[in-house]
């Protein structure tokens, strides 16, 4: 059995470095795989190199090294399609799946949904993730990057800083347009160049260069060491920064949620306006002396520390514990997980808005937004169908969509149907967005959402998973 561990940038590899070192002296075998099919390389091979880690290989390679009931680590169960499969197929060799999330800001409907296992270092994550429906345990581990910032000599920091302001470029292309991207950015430029403040632009791997904008090509992890203030959105950057004493401004984007970082105790200041960022950057900038003792409430809160066990060693105890719970005989019985998107339907309305179906009151007619899929069942047993759909403000509370599942092959009839409720704040309830059904060998399943047009929804796709026998506990 083995700990197979998937990246897909730097900074994964620098959180579990440690814990790989740990885990291989007590005798575990380690593989390490790179989700590099994203568009944009992210640096994990060179990194695995800068650690002395064992070699990083291509993650179309991962069948070779696989085997029954081995755990599997990785940073991201969700994205893209091709690794969703990959997922869902090493399910059935009894795989356990262990997702490292950074915080809650990762708390997404599409988000960790297959994981068995959760490590993080926030310690609210149980408050966020406790519904998985697959989660056995959720491990707090803390975080080694923050640990390693915490220990550096206040004094120490401050002689090393060069008096410019990090503007953070990284907000997620796929969940807000690009347009308002950009004038986050251009924002955050002006007001440094109203005050005269020298700036440095720092963005994520995976966004586009803004054009007419100069990007640094150092690493986000050496500019904040160097910064007098950081300029960001919600990320998780900001806890590295509170950690080196760097003062904060969060300069929110659009409605982009806040989650842990909505109520900073005094730790930073939190600007809805662009006007307001200006003097809110000349504040932060003369907190400097003292902003790390003034941040550290907020830190310890929010950051799992634990002063007699760093987080590698509990990043490496908690996979130990894992490894050894997993079966040595039989393959665990493990039915199989897939995501459809949107885009393998049919829709009679809406509007494809980046990766999902987006219907809009006002704009669209009512009707299905959702059917088709004709998925064919290879065995009689039992399943689930998880609807991944946001709702926006909803103006007459009541039934926003239904949701159905019809075989169209054999018994010709609706299998089981649910009426998805919301209230004004388009709130909805995750037990109305699923539907379980008995199913026979032969079965066509079409899964229909029926659209009655009185909020905004946002529809990405479905899980459709092998569930064990409602009485027995036990698939069919």
């Known amino acids: 059995m083995a700990i ?24 575990h075998e380690i593989n390490l795989f790179d ?17 002395q ?40 060799l009894g795989t356990s799946l262990v ?31 406790s519904n998985r429906p697959h989660l056995q345990k959720i491990y707090i581990v803390g975080s080694p990057i923050i640990e390693s910032s915490l220990q550096q000599p206040n004094s120490a920091d401050h002689a090393a800083r060069k008096n410019f302001v990090l503007v ?88 982009q949620p806040l989650q842990e970082f909505s109520q900073p105790k005094g730790a930073y200041e939190i600007i809805d306006h662009y006007l307001d960022l200006p003097p809110a950057i000349l504040r932060a900038d003369a907190s400097r002396a003292s902003f790390k003792v003034q941040a550290m409430d907020f830190v310890r809160e929010q950051i799992s520390i634990d002063p007699d066990e760093p987080a590698w060693m509990r990043t490496g105890k908690a996979l130990e514990e894992i490894a050894q719970n997993q079966p040595k005989g039989e393959i665990l019985s493990r039915g199989r997980l897939d995501f459809f998107p949107v885009w393998h339907f049919q829709h009679h309305t809406g509007l494809y808005e980046e990766d999902a179906l987006v219907c809009r009151p006002g704009r ?3 009707g299905h937004c959702l059917f088709g899929l004709n998925y064919v069942i290879r065995k009689n047993g039992y399943y689930r169908v998880t609807l991944e759909m946001t709702v926006g403000e909803f103006y007459t509370p009541g039934v926003v969509c239904t949701l ?50 009185s909020g905004k929804v946002t529809v990405r796709g479905i899980y459709l998973e092998e569930i064990p026998a409602p009485d027995s506990g036990r698939m069919l």
């Not at 989700?35 to 650690?51: M, T």
């Not at 290989?57 to 690794?83: C, E, G, L, M, R």
């Open 53 to 92: 880690l064992p070699p990083v290989h291509a993650i179309t390679s991962i069948d070779q090294y696989i085997k029954k009931n081995d755990v599997i680590v990785t940073f991201n169960d969700w994205d893209p399609i091709y690794f969703t499969n990959v997922l869902a197929r090493l399910r059935e």
């Open 4 to 27: 197979n561990f998937i990246f897909h940038n730097r900074n994964h590899v620098r959180l579990v470095a440690k814990a790989i070192h740990w885990l291989q002296l007590r005798g």
């Open 35 to 51: 989700l590099e099919i994203f568009e944009v390389y992210q640096g994990a091979k060179e990194e695995a190199v800068v650690y």
């Open 168 to 255: 953070n470029y990284t907000i997620p292309s796929r969940d807000f347009p690009r347009k308002v991207d950009e004038t986050w950015l251009n924002r955050a430029i002006e007001a440094c160049e109203k005050l005269s403040l020298p700036f440095v632009v720092s963005k994520h791997p995976t966004k586009a260069v803004p054009q007419g904008v100069e990007i640094s090509t150092l690493d986000f992890s050496t500019l904040i060491r160097q910064a007098s203030v950081l300029i960001t959105p919600s990320s998780t950057v900001i806890f590295e920064a509170l950690a080196h004493g760097i003062p904060v401004v969060l300069y929110k984007s659009s409605d």
């Open 404 to 453: 159905d599942v019809y075989e169209n092959a054999l018994e010709k009839r609706i299998l089981v149907m649910q009426e998805i409720q919301c209230d004004r704040a388009g709130g909805k309830r995750e037990e109305d967005c699923l539907l379980q059904f008995a199913a026979e060998m032969g079965f066509r399943i079409e899964v229909r959402l029926f659209w009655h047009g």
């Open 364 to 366: 669209d007619e009512k």
């Open 99 to 129: 997702g490292i999330i950074e915080g809650c800001l990762w708390n997404q409907a599409n988000r960790y949904r297959r994981c068995d296992y959760l490590l993080s270092y926030a310690p609210l994550i149980s408050k966020f993730y």
